[in-house]
């Protein structure tokens, strides 16, 4: 039960500069609650891309970057590269729920 | 390094319960953190099921919490997920990870599919 709305595919070619839009409400993102943001590569395990809004875990290159605003937060994509093909989920915290909850999913293709 | 993995039955009957450990290594769970149990049905989305504190506290998804327990033992470095009354819909990848203040995920299993069918 997906509360945080995510586009269900966004593309690019090479080089170019792509992103995600992931849309909550005022228990979750708009309630202050961080935004996270996970890559999951076919038939593999999520892996935590973004933290805390904007933060990136060690090892993960600066072409990706987060931002939140009100309700709303973005994961971009700079400098797209093939590798790059996978589906991203976004994450945060839902007071009415009282735990976790993700994105709806977005997959990325590299045209 | 932490290396979290799922182990489990494969295949589970309707009306059973589906129950998973997630072995912890490279990190003491007694040490602290929240220990999650996420799942992802065949072609879609993540979803969060439950989570524990190091001390017990536990923290459900309120459309699974009458059905779902999740435990943990420190001695074994472990913790464990049980899902009962099962049906189709259960079918999914289960994920264990560890969570941070019950927010995001940094550490992930690799997941086990676990499929509800007689």
């Known amino acids: 039960q997906s509360v945080l709305t995510q586009p269900p595919s966004v593309s690019g070619a090479p080089g170019q500069r792509v992103t995600i839009s992931c849309t909550g409400s005022?228990?979750?993102?708009?309630?202050?609650?961080?935004v996270h943001w996970y890559q999951q590569l076919p038939g593999t395990a999520p892996k935590l891309l973004i933290y805390?809004?904007?933060n990136r875990p060690s090892g993960v290159p600066d072409r990706f970057s987060g931002s939140k605003s009100g309700t709303s937060a973005s994961l971009a994509i700079t400098g797209l590269q093939a590798e790059d093909e996978a589906d991203y989920y976004c994450?945060?915290?839902?007071?009415?729920?009282?735990?976790?909850?993700f994105g709806t999913g977005t997959k990325v293709t590299v045209l | 390094q932490v290396q979290l993995q799922e182990s489990g039955p494969g295949l589970v009957k309707p009306s059973e319960t589906l129950s998973l450990t997630c072995a912890v290594s490279g990190y003491s769970i007694s040490s602290g953190y929240y220990w999650g149990w996420i799942r992802q049905p065949p072609g879609k989305g993540l979803e969060w099921i439950g989570s524990?504190?190091?001390?017990?506290?536990?923290y459900y998804n309120p459309s699974l919490k009458s059905r779902v327990t999740i435990s943990v033992d420190t001695s074994k470095n472990q913790f464990s997920l049980k899902l009962s009354s099962v049906t189709a819909a259960d079918t999914a990848v289960y994920y264990c990870?560890?969570?941070?203040?019950?927010?995001?995920?940094?550490?992930w299993g690799q997941g086990t599919l676990v499929t509800v069918s007689s």
């Open positions: 990870a560890r969570q941070i203040q019950l927010d995001h995920f940094d550490y």
């Open positions: 524990i504190y190091h001390s017990g506290s536990t």
């Open positions: 005022s228990s979750n993102i708009g309630a202050g609650y961080d």
């Open positions: 805390g809004n904007s």
């Open positions: 994450q945060s915290y839902d007071s009415s729920l009282s735990g976790g909850v």
